[in-house]
């Protein structure tokens, strides 16, 4: 390609100026600007790892990165420490079950405008799998004070659901859902469709909780949480084994899927080798000292290698830290197969 420049251009071109020296100053930046970029960029590298490890976690369930993710946030000093810190530390230490940890982080990610939203959904979310659900319905308040979008319809909804009102809540969260359809980001339906689904199956509609569930994993490829729960749903459903073993094939890398298809092989007097891999694989995770999943490890224990009492101990301790819907049923399950009254 030829470039023309004409006489005016170059006429009106500026002179060019060569420093003849190392030391002559071309352009003083405002003060302090250089030690700020510095600062910035230094701590947002980290951050940045975090974000993608984390993301990898809630599509892989990997308890190995979350220790990646740990050194990382423990090697940035207090100056480093900012809404955003807080609210990776916060997530962090809820997938780790720490939640009173993380509420202390979430606290203080609450003082930043710029994360306070996203630090009122996870408080929100934290109690509300603890089953503190009068301070849930508080930050459900200050989350549809601060902006009532998709998200505060989702809360308040969930909060009616728990209360007994499961019908009327689905009801309303559908109609927001409606309503939203193009003026609300993906993230927002996205958490309004899990919170519908299990909605729906606290109502005892597993079929309509089904189709929430696949809408949820088609808006979020990879979705592991919404997977498992999906899986545990088709379960509940007769003749839906052949459902669960196609949602769970090659699916090796996550224990909740492997359980969930050693059950359904289960009812089909097949896998007692996928029985037995599990079995070691839960007693390498304790050896190494990995933090297992106390649900998935009493879904193991009750469904896959009928030790029922064993089973009732785990689930009774995961209810202490955690108290969903599907941590109801599994305790509830577990004291029937016990022999003791629910």
């Known amino acids: 390609m ?89 997530r962090l230490r809820q997938s780790l079950h720490q939640f009173d940890d993380a509420m202390v982080d979430l606290k ?46 989702s809360c308040r909804a969930h909060l009616d659901a728990v209360g007994g009102a499961a019908d009327g809540a689905l009801t309303a969260i559908k109609q927001a859902m409606a309503q939203a359809l193009l003026s609300q980001d993906s993230q927002a339906r996205h958490w309004a469709l899990t919170t519908a689904a299990d909605i729906a199956e606290r109502a005892g509609d597993d079929a309509q909780a089904a189709q929430l569930w696949r809408l949820a994993m088609r808006l979020r490829p990879g979705d592991r949480y919404a997977t498992g729960r999906l899986c545990n749903n088709l379960l509940n459903q007769d003749n839906a084994t052949d459902a669960v073993l196609t949602l769970t094939q090659g699916r090796n890398d996550l224990d909740t899927l492997v359980v969930c298809r050693a059950r359904a092989l289960a009812r089909q007097n097949r896998g007692q080798e996928l029985a037995a891999q599990l079995q070691q694989r839960f007693d390498e995770a304790k050896w190494r000292g990995e933090v297992l999943h106390k649900r998935t490890l009493a879904e193991y224990l009750l469904y896959v290698a009928d030790r029922p009492a064993e089973a009732l101990q785990v689930a009774r301790d995961n209810w202490q830290s955690q108290r969903e819907w599907p941590d109801r049923q599994l305790l509830l399950a577990a004291e029937r197969a016990s022999g003791e009254q629910p």
């Not at 030391?23 to 003060?31: H, T």
């Not at 910035?40 to 990997?62: C, H, M």
């Not at 003082?111 to 930050?139: D, I, M």
Request: aromatic share 8%.
């Open 108 to 153: 203080r990610a609450l003082k930043t405008s710029e994360w306070r939203h996203q630090a009122l959904l996870l408080a929100f979310n934290g109690e509300l799998v603890r089953g503190n659900y009068q301070s849930a319905r508080r930050y459900c308040g200050q989350l549809a004070a601060l902006r009532d979008d998709l998200y505060a319809v």
């Open 2 to 90: 030829t470039l023309a420049w004409s006489a005016s251009a170059l006429a009106a071109a500026p002179e060019i100026v060569v420093p003849n020296g190392g030391d002559v100053i071309v352009y003083q930046l405002p003060a302090g600007t250089a030690a700020l970029k510095a600062r910035s960029t230094t701590a947002q590298a980290p951050l940045d790892r975090v974000e993608a490890l984390l993301k990898r976690f809630d599509e892989q369930g990997n308890p190995r990165l979350l220790g990646d993710v740990q050194r990382l946030l423990d090697s940035l000093g207090p100056a480093a420490r900012d809404g955003r810190f807080y609210i990776y530390r916060a």
